[in-house]
Every structure is written in structure tokens, then in C-alpha cells.
């Protein structure tokens, strides 16, 4: 028996990703790590990042020859993403309190909770912004968000 190509398998990972079984695995791992995400984000992400990995490989994925296969390469696909997304999620978090404590004057609470929304919502662009492909050739991630930050920080 020959294998698929690498057209049928990411067919039949996408097929699985878009799947009403798809989409509940998505709405499982939301809940499982504490996205902030919809489920369909995740689908949505998860089927980006197959379509994009499958069409740069030169050669098919050996282990993926069935629906089976497709299936457990597509959840294990999400279920990477929705791990990254929760870590990104918690170091953004703490990057918000580092923040706040190095902000040099004491700020009230109502203060504290708009800086943080407007940090969490600039981020949030900066993901929007990245996911959809733009790259800055001489931009690092760690440099924009310190420019980010620094919008919260000075007065």
C-alpha cells in the first residue's frame, strides 16, 4: 500500500480540525488550560498552523497513511497550541505584575485596572497582528513588547 500525500493528509487533518468531534476536542482544551480563546479560535489556529506546516514539507508525514493517524496528528497539533497559548497567556500575565511593580508612583485601583486592560488589549493586537502573518525582519518579540510596555510605564 503506497502512503498518502501530503495533500490528502492535511485533507483529512482539516477534515478532522473542522469536525463537530474537532471542535469539541477545541472546547475541552479551552477549558483544560484556561484560554481566554473561543474554541473556534483554537480550530481555527490549529487548522493555520497545519495547512502552513503541510505545505512546506518537501516529503508526506511518515506515520500518517489512515484517518487515524490524521486524527491523532491534528489533536496533537491543537493540543500544542493550546498549551503555547496558555503559556503565552500566563508570562503576559506576569509581565503585567512585573510591570506594575516597577511603576514608580503608587497608582489607585481604578488606575491599575485600566493600565492592565489597555496591556492586555495591546497584546492582544500584537497577537492578532503576528498570527496573521506579519513579520518584522528587524523587529524581535521581546523588543516589542518592552516598546509596548513602555507605553504603560511613562506618564
Not at 17 to 22: K, Q, Y
Request: aromatic share 8%; proline share 3%.
Amino acid at each position: 500500500m503506497t502512503g498518502w500525500s501530503t495533500h490528502q493528509q492535511c485533507e483529512a487533518m482539516l477534515a478532522w480540525v473542522r469536525s463537530e468531534a474537532g471542535r469539541d476536542a477545541a472546547a475541552r482544551l479551552v477549558r483544560k488550560y484556561g484560554l481566554t480563546e473561543e474554541p473556534l479560535d483554537l480550530v481555527s489556529i490549529a487548522s493555520e498552523k497545519i495547512t502552513v506546516s503541510l505545505n512546506r514539507r518537501t516529503e508526506r508525514i511518515p506515520s500518517v497513511d489512515t484517518n487515524e493517524d490524521a486524527t491523532r496528528y491534528a489533536y496533537r497539533t491543537m493540543s500544542n497550541l493550546a498549551i503555547d497559548l496558555g503559556r503565552r497567556r500566563r508570562n503576559e500575565s506576569s509581565a503585567i505584575f512585573s510591570i506594575a511593580a516597577i511603576a514608580p508612583t503608587t497608582i489607585g485601583t481604578e488606575q491599575t485596572v485600566v493600565s492592565q486592560v489597555f496591556i492586555e488589549e495591546l497584546f492582544s493586537a500584537l497577537h492578532r497582528v503576528s498570527n496573521k502573518g506579519f513579520q518584522c525582519p528587524a523587529c524581535n518579540n521581546k523588543i516589542t513588547y518592552a516598546a509596548a510596555t513602555e507605553v504603560y510605564i511613562s506618564p
